[in-house]
């Protein structure tokens, strides 16, 4: 079946740490996104992507960095730099390129908490 | 810019009661409108949507209208069971600078007690 994997389910690292999360899509999707959820807040866009080798700030992409090297994968990295990082952290893609109306598909997400 | 606001939570109903939880946005053009459920510890998962005014959307007995002229997308179940009880998102979908640009409401729990 296709869809998309996200992992680890869980991260923990040290304050101070960057840290990379998988995202890969067996979907043939040409978008993808990344989203933060914090409790109360709803999703926020972080990053997205509608093709390879390209990818546009979200809302807050502040202390977060992207790469789009394959069509299937695009990983997140949570730099240092990032004040708050704990979070539970979605990534989504969607057919892209004109297809405004497409629904996204997520990923069942990655939870980090960092200490 | 866009934005979509629905009805905060959470909401508690008795197994079999109707349910409806509200949802208004306000958009320059003329997106689509989505509902996703979150179940816990889960990414979301697309329940109905309406790409179009007066069109209705439905599956697993939600239901939603695309309302233009109150710009509402409303969600319905004439009755509810414990299964139902999850985060339902609102969202619509446009397009900016060529991208797919989709904002999220910010959730409503729903609770369904036997």
């Known amino acids: 079946d296709g869809g998309i994997t996200q992992s680890p389910k869980y991260l923990f690292r040290k304050e101070g740490q960057n840290v990379t999360l998988s995202c890969e899509q067996n979907?043939?999707?040409?978008?993808m996104y990344w989203y933060r959820q914090d409790p109360g807040q709803g999703l926020r866009l972080i990053y997205y992507s509608q093709i390879v080798n390209d990818f546009q700030k979200g809302d807050i992409a502040e202390g977060y960095s992207v790469s789009r090297e394959k069509k299937e994968s695009f990983p997140l990295t949570v730099t240092s730099a990032q004040k708050n990082p704990t979070a539970f952290y979605l990534c989504a893609s969607s057919m892209g390129w004109g297809s405004y109306n497409s629904p996204l598909h997520f990923g069942n997400g990655t939870r980090l908490t960092v200490t | 810019g866009n934005s979509v606001t629905q009805m905060e939570g959470p909401v508690t109903l008795s197994e079999e009661a109707f349910l409806t939880i509200n949802c208004t946005y306000t958009a320059t053009g003329y997106p689509s409108l989505f509902w996703y459920v979150q179940y816990p510890g889960e990414g979301l998962q697309l329940l109905l949507k309406?790409?179009?005014?007066?069109d209705k959307g439905s599956n697993k007995g939600f239901e939603a209208t695309y309302r233009k002229e109150t710009t509402s997308f409303h969600l319905e179940k004439g009755s509810v069971q414990v299964s139902d009880s999850a985060v339902y998102f609102c969202?619509?979908?446009?397009?900016?600078?060529?991208?797919?640009?989709?904002?999220f409401g910010t959730g409503t729990k729903l609770q369904v007690i036997p």
């Open positions: 979907l043939n999707h040409d978008a």
């Open positions: 309406a790409t179009k005014a007066d």
């Open positions: 969202a619509l979908s446009d397009q900016s600078g060529g991208y797919q640009k989709v904002t």
